[in-house]
């Protein structure tokens, strides 16, 4: 049987050749394995921590650095029986020159790529050095660019478009620049006579849902052997299938069919369980002998990407389909996790997707700036029956197609597509991010209808990489669907249609910076990126601010620096300045900025979903907002900061993906009275309400509206027992706002009414509620803070926060001194008579403070 031996011992690593800013020119013990040299610096406080002030500049030194890294390790002479003893490598970031025992057995030249070396003729019995050598990354970019050209980009050096290296590392408008570079995953030995090089289960499931299974396997020697292919429950218990192979040809196949029903299908988060089964094959010789063994967990699940003609509208819909369910993907986009990744957990990782989950998120967006996960991100998906959407590692640039390029990113994607085919979770390849509104931005050469050309003499060659060479891999070693990019429109059309693809709605905050209230004019028909920035907790805040009390304030220079976006003062001031009566002081200037992200990223699921109107009528598929995650301390469109902080705007959005949701517009409608006159009319503000429900069964409840005026007694209330279409939005009602007169003149103010509703089931439950108010919220006057009365109890538990008023209050964020407490829900809404109990894991009885709307403070 193969042996495996991970050489984790006995590494140190130094700084190579003098020149300037040389910090370390000693051989030193590093303190983990696998691990980076920014990672080993931090630890021996031989730099300062990038992630604080403006820290990250003094360490740029490390990326324009050459660095080596070296262990010992002991060969049995038993070791050296089997007939192959191969190197592995799992990841080398990214320039490497490899020598054993002083012979250079590798040259690298890909972050993403594992390298197998066949090393028995240079490995001995006893002793055996592995030297790991890294030449900059950034350096060895410009000499490539300098000799293929400069290529244009948004993000980053140019250089780097020229390097098979996680793209965020040249900085980001969210992120740093810090060039990691060392050995970032595994290395081992592993010892074999033969061993099985691939194991590909590929599973078809009909529309009738009947199952195919078809197994194939190959071996590195061409031995003889007998082989045994098993499919196991997952607890290994239960085999369902097995087939015995007899092969001289060094690779084997089985195939297994079931009927409907046979086999549990593997559903996504809200719509059915995850079972998981696993595919055993065993090979043994021609005496019995086990010769290698390999094991593959895998889902069962028919995914499909549905682009049909819609009933009443142009263009197709662009929907996820899983075991014949047509589902509204809610969720977002991902981002490497850290600067610094082999600091990233499979601890970390499931507490990010399982806050994704509990945020009532059924989908991630690996984005094609970062890096392709380790397994456990999707094992873990495919647990928690998170969706994926993975790109291929391009990410807003114009790349090059030249052969040791397309070379390189061959090998990449034949490994990732190879590592990654299994998990039922991963629903959809994208070739890149955004490269073909690069090309468009540019009017570099994309002609849709163009099909045929060779791309690479074009000023956009890496086209062949996305419609040729990125799908034939996807073909041939999976069986997920290909998007040549995203966004993409495919049928001819642009990035920016609507009616086709996937699209990223920039135009809140980037494009025409347009007010977020115009979501429902600006949707498409799946929105895999769109966001409004937010600043972190102001732990995170004071984390990056180090101390340093001068510069505690929006405007610092520190502050700035943890802010990438460019324009993102006149940005975020924009969106406050329209819609906020703010305060300035960094405690304000974190409440407004985040309520306002909030608002924002609430509305859009909410305006978004109410077009997930059922078969035919599926105008909106999808929302991923940009970005769920950070990968340091910063202000930036995360809903969640570095510190797995939740921003208010995580919860906004997981109100809006309950299974049961109420959303309300109201719309002034100006009418003329008197023919061609601009002074004479009317206008009456229009509300509608409509319901959505995301399971699989019709809903009968009760909807239930209250109206308030902010500054009387008065209220109107109103139930209607209302039926929610399954899988669907649906429209509940429609008419003029209550309490609201008429108005014949713009210098009639409106009043200031508030319309409280909610669903409620036959048990009293409330299965969703949102509150819509007059805006923009400048305008309002809040009533003093006696008088809306906000009360705060803590119940006797210590963690529940049990919230009433006797005035409608927006936006309620709750704060605590010291240790920062798990709430279950921010930025809440409250009306009279209906309190609401926010939970506070670790409140121990503490005090809370709150914010809101009106609170004084502006
Ligand atoms: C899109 C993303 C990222 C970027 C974000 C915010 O372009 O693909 O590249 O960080 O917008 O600007």
Not at 124 to 137: I, R, V, W, Y
Not at 152 to 174: F, I, M, T
Not at 795 to 815: C, H, M, N, R
């Amino acid at each position: 049987m193969p042996s495996i031996t991970p050489l984790t011992q006995n590494w140190a690593f130094t700084q190579i050749g003098g020149g300037p800013g040389t910090k370390l020119d000693e051989w030193v013990p590093v303190s983990q394995f696998p691990t980076t040299v920014h990672a080993e610096l931090l630890k021996l406080e031989r730099i300062p921590d990038p992630f604080i002030g403006l820290n990250e500049w003094d360490v740029q030194w490390i990326g324009e650095a050459e660095w080596s890294f070296k262990t010992t390790f002991n060969v049995e002479s038993s070791d050296l029986s089997p007939t192959n003893a191969d190197l592995v490598f799992e990841g080398l970031d990214t320039y490497a020159i490899v020598a054993l025992n002083g012979n250079k057995i590798l040259e690298t030249n890909n972050q993403f790529v594992t390298y197998r070396v066949p090393v028995k003729q240079h490995l001995k019995a006893g002793d055996n050095e592995l030297q790991l050598t890294f030449p900059s990354t950034f350096l060895k970019g410009k000499e490539l660019e300098k000799q293929h050209g400069k290529l244009a980009l948004w993000n980053g050096d140019s250089s780097r478009l020229h390097v098979r290296k996680a793209q965020y590392n040249y900085g980001w408008d969210w992120g740093p620049v810090l060039m990691t570079v060392g050995p970032w995953r595994p290395i081992y030995i592993q010892t074999y006579h033969t061993r099985i090089t691939d194991l590909c289960v590929k599973t078809s499931v009909a529309e009738d849902l009947a199952v195919q299974i078809n197994v194939s396997f190959a071996l590195s020697e061409h031995v003889t052997s007998a082989a045994s292919v098993q499919l196991k429950s997952l607890d290994g218990q239960t085999v369902i299938g097995e087939s015995k192979i007899n092969s001289g040809t060094g690779s084997g196949e089985a195939h297994f069919s079931f009927n409907p029903g046979v086999l549990d299908l593997w559903y996504p988060i809200g719509y059915g369980k995850q079972p998981l089964y696993t595919v055993e094959v065993k090979v043994s010789d021609a005496n019995g002998g086990e010769l290698d063994s390999k094991s593959e967990k895998i889902g069962i699940r028919r995914a499909r990407v549905v682009q049909d003609e819609l009933v009443d509208e142009p263009g197709r819909t662009f929907l996820f389909e899983v075991n014949n369910i047509r589902i509204f993907c809610g969720g977002s986009n991902w981002i490497p996790a850290d600067s610094f990744l082999t600091k990233v957990t499979p601890e970390v990782y499931r507490a990010w997707l399982q806050l994704l989950v509990d945020g009532n998120q059924n989908m991630v967006r690996i984005w094609g700036g970062g890096i392709y996960e380790p397994d456990i991100f999707y094992d873990i998906c495919d647990e928690l029956g998170i969706l994926v959407w993975q790109d291929f590692m391009f990410g807003c640039g114009q790349y090059p197609a030249y052969d040791s390029f397309v070379e390189s990113v061959s090998l990449e994607a034949e490994q990732n597509v190879t590592r990654l085919r299994h998990h039922p979770s991963i629903v959809i390849f994208a070739g890149n991010n955004e490269d073909y509104q690069v090309a468009e931005s540019l009017k570099l050469d994309l002609d849709y209808n163009d099909e045929t050309s060779d791309y690479r003499k074009g000023t956009f060659p890496a086209r062949y990489i996305y419609e040729r060479l990125l799908p034939a891999v996807v073909e041939k070693c999976s069986d997920i669907h290909y998007h040549r990019s995203s966004p993409y429109s495919g049928f001819g059309k642009e990035t920016t249609d609507r009616t086709y693809g996937d699209m990223h709605q920039w135009n809140v905050w980037h494009g025409s910076q347009e007010p977020w209230h115009n979501w429902d004019i600006l949707s498409g028909r799946f929105v895999s990126e769109f966001g409004m920035q937010g600043y972190p907790n102001i732990r995170t805040v004071d984390y990056w601010v180090g101390g340093d009390k001068a510069e505690r304030h929006p405007q610092s220079r520190t502050m700035n620096n943890h802010n990438k976006a460019d324009g993102f003062e006149r940005r975020i001031e924009l969106y406050l300045v329209e819609n906020f009566k703010h305060a300035f002081d960094i405690e304000s200037y974190v409440y407004y900025t985040q309520i306002m992200q909030a608002e924002t990223l609430a509305s859009a699921y909410r305006l978004w979903r109410r077009n997930w109107k059922g078969r035919g009528r599926e105008y909106t598929a999808g929302a991923l907002v940009w970005q769920i995650n950070d990968c340091w301390p910063v202000t930036s469109w995360a809903i969640v900061d570095y510190f797995l902080r939740p921003k208010p705007a995580y919860f906004t959005i997981a109100r809006e993906l309950r299974p049961f949701t109420v959303g309300m517009t109201r719309k002034e409608k100006k009418t003329a009275t008197v023919e061609n006159s601009a002074a004479f009319f009317t206008i009456e503000t229009i509300l509608n309400i409509w319901g959505t429900n995301n399971t699989l069964h019709e809903k009968k409840a009760t909807l239930d509206v209250t109206s308030f005026d902010l500054h009387s007694e008065w209220t109107d209330n109103w139930k209607k027992e209302v039926v929610l279409a399954p899988n669907a939005a649906t429209e509940l009602w429609s008419g003029t706002l209550p309490g609201q007169p008429t108005r014949t003149k713009l210098s009639e103010v409106p009043k200031t009414i508030i319309v409280s509703a909610r669903l409620i089931d036959e048990s009293g439950t409330v299965l969703g509620r949102y509150s819509n108010w007059p805006e923009p919220f400048k305008f309002i006057n809040f009533p003093g803070v006696e008088e809306i009365g906000l009360k705060i109890a803590i119940a006797s538990d210590g963690e529940s926060v049990e919230l009433s008023t006797k005035k409608p209050i927006k936006g309620i964020i709750l704060e605590v001194d010291g240790e920062d407490v798990k709430w279950s829900d921010q930025a809440v809404d409250l009306v009279p008579g209906d309190p609401q109990t926010v939970h506070a894991v670790g409140l121990k009885g503490r005090s809370v403070k709150a914010r809101y709307l009106g609170d004084g403070s502006a």
